[in-house]
């Protein structure tokens, strides 16, 4: 069978590639948020492990950026990734299920907002979902074959997916959630094939692991820390249980609920079994959390494309069928329209609140360097990464001296030369740093905008002053 006759095959071809061309669209036209900046940096930097992350998404950004640093192509590897998580969901219906699950699964996944709109995202969370998808796929195709070296490409999906996110981590827990679930999967425990399979996840995330080790744990510290000393609270619980069915699709949420329940009354079936346990882990410690702190809504994103499979297949059933047949169609039509405002971002009316986070940027460089030029300034210092990133990528050709942090440190594990001359010191206006701690001789030299509807939001202060010691770091506030 021919290239072209396989593609004709494929179920729902021409929306999905209106989908993945609007995608496109909307990757090259949209501007980079602080955060993709941030991992656009880590990528001038390659490295097995960052302060905040593992190394994946610098690596993938890495990859797309040799020859250019086009907003396309920062974010190119993660709009991809979402036609390789298709793929594996349609194909992981097919080994569990049937075709007509498989193919309402692709269109399912699709219509999840998370998932549809964060692919064109340049974060860590694409590489981490698709590595998770991965997993699944694998046990899926364990199942259907009872081969045992799927356990190993189990495993390296498993640890490539720590490689991306320690999300990931509760993969392998859910495959025990899934041991305790489902009786017959136990019987792998008396082989050495998920043993092996472990093996080959530990090689996998062995590269962040050493480094980590070297760096005195700093990543885990950073993100298993986060509810260290907090206080039982029941404010976030509300905003947790309400954000995460609108963010997968209220509709498909409905066929979540429906799914349980069917595995609930015949709990002989594997396959439910197994989209009902991977899952598991992650949402008890998500419960956990919640009463501690704010569960962001990004977060449990690895474990969608499962719940979408198991609400593929409980709307095979003939309840709800209003929720069957407009869950794509609202999905669809609420991602689409979200692609569109971002890529049309540039020429809309000026956009507040999350928004507005890409906007004004390259405006906000160009200011600052005829600052700079006007000052007689060395080099620029900045106080916060989201000023750091963006300069540093937008700037990238224009700053005399380059663009250097003087706060958080620990963000940027590369050396940083030593600054003697004067510098432009660029404060975001919500911000109070104590720029005296680090300089002498300090001028207010006056304050840019980035989006002057945003009002002190997006202003920055600029000043000029002599550094007095390299190793020395700005207070965030006074």
């Known amino acids: 069978m021919s290239l072209i006759d396989r593609l004709r095959r494929l179920p729902y071809l021409p929306l999905l590639a209106a989908l993945m061309i609007l995608r496109l669209i909307t990757a090259g036209s949209a501007g980079l948020v602080p955060d993709e900046t941030y991992y656009w940096l880590w990528a001038q930097h390659p490295a097995f492990g960052y302060y905040d992350h593992p190394p994946m998404v610098a690596w993938c950004i890495g990859t797309f950026t040799g020859l250019s640093d086009a907003a396309l192509l920062v974010r190119l590897p993660f709009v991809l990734s979402f036609a390789v998580l298709s793929w594996l969901i349609h194909d992981t219906g097919k080994t569990l299920f049937n075709e007509t ?4 699964a692709l269109l399912w996944l699709n219509a999840c907002l998370l998932l549809s709109i964060g692919s064109v995202v340049a974060t860590p969370d694409p590489p981490s979902v698709l590595m998770w998808a991965g997993g699944l796929w694998a046990l899926a195709k364990l ?7 799927w356990w190993l490409v189990f495993g390296l999906f498993a640890g490539l997916g720590v490689e991306a996110k320690y999300t990931n981590f509760f993969l392998g827990l859910g495959v025990l959630a899934w041991f305790l679930l489902d009786k017959p999967a136990r019987k792998w425990l008396l082989t050495p094939w998920p043993w092996l399979g472990g093996v080959v996840a530990l090689v996998a995330m062995a590269p962040n692991l050493m480094w980590n080790a070297q760096h005195h744990w700093i990543t885990f510290a950073k993100q298993f820390g986060r509810i260290e000393g907090a206080h039982l609270t029941t404010q976030y619980l509300l905003e947790f249980l309400i954000s995460q069915p609108l963010l997968l699709n209220p509709l498909i949420f409905v066929f979540v609920v ?8 015949n709990r002989d079936s594997s396959s439910l079994a197994l989209l009902v346990a991977l899952p598991l882990p992650l949402l008890a410690y998500m419960l956990v959390h919640v009463f501690h702190d704010r569960i ?6 690895p474990i969608f494309p499962g719940l979408v499979l198991l609400a593929a297949v409980a709307a095979d059933g003939g309840k709800f069928g209003w929720a069957r047949k407009w869950a794509a169609p609202l999905g669809i039509g609420l991602s689409a329209l979200a692609l569109i ?3 049309l971002g540039n020429v809309l009316p000026q956009q507040s609140g999350t928004a507005a986070l890409g906007l004004g940027w390259k405006k906000l460089t160009f200011d600052i360097a005829s600052k700079q030029a006007e000052t007689d300034a060395k080099w620029i210092a900045t106080t916060d990464y989201n000023t750091q990133s963006e300069l540093s990528y937008h700037g990238q050709f224009q700053w005399y001296g380059g663009v250097y942090p003087m706060s958080e440190r620990d963000r940027y594990d590369w050396p940083q030369p030593a600054m003697t001359d004067r510098a432009l010191i660029v404060v975001n206006a919500s911000h109070t740093p104590d720029l005296a701690r680090c300089f002498t001789d300090l001028h207010d030299v006056g304050t840019v905008s980035r989006l002057k509807k945003l009002g002190k939001k997006s202003d920055f202060r600029l000043y000029t002053g002599l550094l007095k010691s390299a190793d020395c770091e700005v207070d965030q506030e006074k």
């Open 296 to 301: 962001q809504g990004n977060w449990p994103a």
């Open 143 to 149: 199942q259907a074959t009872g081969k045992g070296h």
């Open 258 to 265: 429906l799914g349980v329940r069917a595995w609930w009354k």
């Open 341 to 343: 405002v971002m890529a």
């Open 101 to 104: 699950v498989a193919r309402r």
